[in-house]
């Protein structure tokens, strides 16, 4: 099976945001919920949403106000479900 590429913004706005501190935390999620071979944990470019904190898109999903202190409730509330519904 491929992966999915889950992507997050390391665009400057982004950057300077802290994205640095989310990826740790979002790689430790993928592995917690087993998706290491479902996923692929991606870097883009600016994603076109600077104003709304950072962002991070699954398809055609796009997830904004991103923060290290949110990511566990963002990623358990909304991306988690968007992936599961795609790799089951
Ligand atoms: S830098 Fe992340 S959306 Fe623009």
Redesign the pocket.
């Known amino acids: 099976m491929s992966k999915e590429n889950l992507y997050l913004?390391m665009?400057?706005?982004?950057h300077q945001l802290g994205v640095y501190e989310v990826l740790p935390k979002l790689q430790s999620l993928i592995k917690e919920h087993d998706l290491e071979d479902k996923i692929e944990l991606k870097g883009s470019f600016?994603?076109?949403?600077?104003s709304v904190g950072i962002?991070m898109k699954f398809q055609d999903n796009v997830f904004t106000k991103i923060s290290a202190d949110n990511i566990e409730e963002k990623f358990t509330d909304e991306i988690l479900p968007n992936i599961q519904e795609v790799v089951k």
Do not use: I, K, M, N
């Open positions: 913004c665009g400057s706005a982004c600016c994603l076109e949403t600077c962002v």
